[in-house]
T-cell receptor
Framework: DQQVKQNSPSLSVQEGRISILNCDYT??????FLWYKKYPAEGPTFLIS?????DKNEDGRFTVFLNKSAKHLSLHIVPSQPGDSAVYFC????????????FGQGTTLQVKP | NAGVMQNPRHLVRRRGQEARLRCSPM?????VYWYRQLPEEGLKFMVY????????ESGMPKERFSAEFPKEGPSILRIQQVVRGDSAAYFC??????????????FGSGTRLTVV
């Protein structure tokens, strides 16, 4: 049973426009959601997080929105740049206390010049 | 300031052989996590270790897989009698004491295992 779902395998946007990546979850008992970015042949890199007590967190061009009633979060990248082309994973810690992350399947973002 | 070091980067094994994947955490980090990414899938948790202790192995297959993090040296993920389905990218992550849930962990670049 997939607890974190990213239903769009891929997304293509034009440079300078907004990229919106979506994530749905089933577990209501969470502390934090995180977004990771991954380039080919590299490990995931932490991008931004949001805690359950907030509905928005912003860091430069990246903003994450949390809608707890819909169990949905989204990552907005504005403006998108070609260097943002990568696979983006949302992840949450699940219900264990051991800190293990549960990842979505990932969305491949392509930003066209 | 070296990050999480994984080696080898690429590993090719024939069916039935053993695979040993090594992970050296960041300096000062005593917590290690192993994740596996199968083709076209997200990362799946395998095991969480602290020095000389396995804390959570709920994601480890019951057979052929084992992990250790000795007092000295890197963490080792060992796969015995590999099969084609073990072909995947294996990522190690480390953190200092416990988990800062606001920032997650630092991942290594991974070991890509190919079983032929």
């Amino acid at each position: 049973d997939q607890q974190v779902k990213q239903n769009s395998p891929s997304l293509s946007v034009q440079e300078g426009r907004i990229s919106i990546l979506n994530c749905d979850y089933t577990n209501s008992m969470f502390d934090y959601f995180l977004w990771y970015k991954k380039y080919p042949a590299e490990g995931p890199t932490f991008l931004i997080s949001i805690s359950s007590i907030k509905d928005k967190n912003e860091d430069g061009r990246f903003t994450v929105f949390l809608n707890k009633s819909a169990k949905h979060l989204s990552l907005h990248i504005v403006p998108s740049q070609p260097g943002d082309s990568a696979v983006y994973f949302c992840a949450e810690y699940g219900s264990s206390n051991t800190g293990k992350l549960i990842f979505g399947q990932g969305t491949t973002l392509q930003v066209k010049p | 300031n070296a990050g999480v070091m994984q080696n080898p980067r690429h590993l090719v094994r024939r069916r039935g052989q053993e695979a040993r994947l090594r992970c050296s955490p960041m300096k000062g980090h005593s917590h290690v996590y192993w994740y596996r990414q199968l083709p076209e899938e997200g990362l799946k948790f395998m095991v969480y270790l602290q020095k000389e202790n396995i804390i959570d192995e709920s994601g480890m297959p019951k057979e052929r897989f084992s992990a250790e993090f000795p007092k000295e040296g890197p963490s080792i993920l060992r796969i015995q009698q590999v099969v084609r389905g073990d072909s995947a990218a294996y990522f190690c992550a480390s953190s200092p004491t416990g988990t800062n849930k606001n920032y997650g962990y630092t991942f290594g670049s991974g070991t890509r295992l190919t079983v032929v």
